[in-house]
């Protein structure tokens, strides 16, 4: 709803998939739009995590499906917990086949070392390990060509997903790439390291968070859950269509600034505990300036700066 709350273009030009177990749901509230539904069933999903059961995979198997359904159309592939913030127009007319859309550039593989060793739990850093160890021990298919990657390239965010009909013949190969990284490494992002390891041999790699708001931090999603029961009344669905995607647009923007507030406060709140006095001033300055007036932040921001300097 976000996508056609912004858009501009001719509805025509554009057509949407939902993949879902409950399309039931989804179409009171997008009755007038050109939406269709795929079914997503426990037998085919189990297929789809294929014979490792990785739930990630489910995704460039989604993208390949499409790929193939609609071998003349471009591609713009959203994670369900992704919401737009902006006109998607110039978005959509990115996709090219020299170019392909992510959702931002996160890391290099030898940064991701560091960053999973020093902020999540003990020997998490075990996986970009394995995974820059499989990577300098072999080469990879990539357009019938062996390739070689390295620990100094990086990793996009796969939350959006931007690809060209011409782009489309890659996937056989992100596929492959999935599987050998999962296996070699069970790195649970294997999937979106799939992507970017692929796309930079055919393509350039734009990134979309202008656009497109992507919150993947369970924080956030049972906050995004609280909000969008605004949406969720008889009253609403039954609105014409022009007056829900009124509605919705400037919901986004609320929401926008409410969750980037809320990942500032738990950065804050986070980096304290953790001794990263820096950072935690840095993300606390964040959300003040968002929400100055939010009581309950201060309060535990004081409590764990406290906790963090008498221990």
């Avoid at 008889?234 to 600034?257: C, D, I, N, S, Y």
């Amino acid at each position: 709803m976000s996508f056609y709350a912004w858009y501009e273009g001719d509805r025509t030009d554009v057509h949407t998939v939902v993949f879902t177990d409950k399309p039931d749901f989804f179409v009171p509230y997008f009755k007038g739009l050109p939406v269709d539904y795929s079914l997503l069933t426990p037998e085919g999903l189990e297929q789809m995590r294929g014979p490792q059961q990785y739930i990630h995979r489910v995704k460039p198997m989604i993208v390949a499906q499409v790929l193939r359904d609609y071998p003349g159309d471009n591609l713009l592939f959203c994670d369900s917990d992704t919401f737009f913030i902006a006109k998607a127009d110039p978005l959509l007319n990115s996709i090219k086949p020299s170019v392909s859309v992510m959702h931002m550039r996160e890391f290099t593989f030898a940064e991701a070392v560091n960053t999973y060793a020093e902020f999540t739990p003990a020997n998490q850093d075990r996986f970009p390990r394995k995974l820059i160890e499989l990577i300098e021990s072999r080469t990879f298919l990539v357009d019938s060509v062996e390739q070689k990657f390295h620990k100094k390239q990086y990793i996009w965010n796969s939350g959006v997903l931007g690809l060209s009909k011409e782009v489309g013949k890659l996937m056989p190969d992100i596929c492959a790439l999935n599987d050998a990284f999962f296996k070699g490494s069970e790195w649970f992002t294997s999937e979106q390291i799939a992507f970017s390891m692929a796309l930079p041999f055919k393509t350039t790699i734009v990134p979309s968070d202008q656009y497109i708001f992507h919150y993947w931090g369970q924080h956030q999603k049972v906050l995004m859950d609280g909000l969008l029961t605004k949406l969720d009344s008889a009253g609403f669905r039954a609105l014409p269509l022009a007056e829900r995607l009124e509605q919705v647009k400037p919901l986004t923007m609320k929401w926008w600034q409410e969750v980037k507030a809320d990942l500032a406060r738990e950065g804050a709140l986070y980096a304290f505990a953790n001794g990263k006095l820096k950072a935690g001033v840095k993300c606390a300055a964040k959300a003040l300036l968002a929400s100055p007036l939010d009581a309950t932040f201060a309060k535990n921001l004081l409590t764990t700066f406290r906790e963090r300097i008498l221990s």
